[in-house]
């Protein structure tokens, strides 16, 4: 008896030979996702995960960090109001741009942007972007005023706080893997915390300390740092990045004893009048 079965099967496959292929990585993927295998299984993971960008937080590089930076950045640009006063970003970017060179990641390719929102507050993300709110800059007595709160939200960046804080959140909201995070959760994460983020006391003292030493090295008055949060401290309406803790009086002595330490004769950036000109001009 012809088993027909048989010859119709084996006459579809000699007629397309591009089948083997197909079948054994059909095979190879089952036997993947099927088989108990020892730790050395995960290294399988990126060919079965093709097309999905998995970021591992615990160890990641500053090229995947910057990369996820800018994804979280397309992400807020459709929650705040970027401006787009050239005159303004630019002055901003200017002075930003000032203190990368004088940190701590200098080689990290910073971004500056201003945010249309009249509360005084200004955040970070990871990978270099930091973000100030037009409030913060008319609230700001002169330059160097400016420049102590984006060293700040730099001592973040330099810090990886956000990062870390990410890491945890997935922990304990059981979606981290030992693959790390998909890209959407990596982002949503980054995010929510960004905008959102209870700041703890030892990352805000990180960030302070190493916002004023860039502000040092720029040489950008140092008292700058402290003048302002003394003067954010009486507001009925404390801004963000201060409403944490350590309370901004505990801060300001941590600051003045650093300065103290390390005095420096750095007085650029104190032209309260020219500030505000500017100010005035760039936001019309």
């Not at 007595?141 to 990886?160: K, P, R």
């Not at 995010?191 to 302070?208: F, G, H, I, K, M």
């Not at 507001?235 to 801060?251: C, E, I, K, N, Q």
């Amino acid at each position: 008896m012809i088993n027909w079965n048989g010859f119709l099967v084996k006459y579809r496959l000699g007629r397309r030979p591009w089948f083997y292929p197909l079948i054994s990585l059909s095979v190879a993927l089952s036997l993947c996702l099927s088989t108990p295998l020892p730790s050395k299984a995960f290294d399988f993971l990126p060919l079965l995960l093709q097309g999905v960008q998995v970021f591992q937080l615990s160890n990641m590089s500053a090229r995947q960090e910057v990369e996820l930076g800018k994804q979280m950045n397309d992400q807020l640009r459709q929650e705040v109001i970027i401006s787009r006063n050239q005159q303004l970003n630019s002055y901003v970017d200017q002075i930003g741009r000032r203190l990368a060179a004088n940190s701590d990641r200098p080689n990290i390719p910073y971004t500056f942007q201003v945010v249309e929102d009249k509360a005084v507050n200004a955040f970070a993300t990871v990978g270099g972007f930091v973000y100030v709110n037009t409030g913060l800059l008319e609230a700001a007595d002169n330059e160097a005023e400016l420049a102590s709160v984006i060293g700040h939200e730099m001592g973040h960046i330099e810090g990886q706080h956000l990062v870390k804080q990410m890491r945890q959140r997935a922990i304990a909201s059981g979606v981290a893997t030992a693959a790390g995070l998909s890209r959407s959760q990596a982002v949503g994460i980054g995010v929510d915390l960004a905008l959102n983020r209870p700041r703890s006391r030892q990352d805000e003292y990180d960030a302070d300390k190493r916002g004023l030493a860039s502000l040092t090295r720029a040489g950008y008055s140092q008292l700058a740092m402290v003048s302002f949060m003394k003067k954010l401290q009486g507001r009925s309406s404390v801004p963000t990045f201060l409403s944490t803790h350590p309370g901004a009086s505990d801060r300001v002595k941590a600051l003045q004893n650093q300065i103290n330490s390390r005095p420096s004769n750095g007085n650029y950036g104190l032209d309260s009048t020219g500030y505000k000109a500017n100010i005035r001009a760039f936001l019309r």
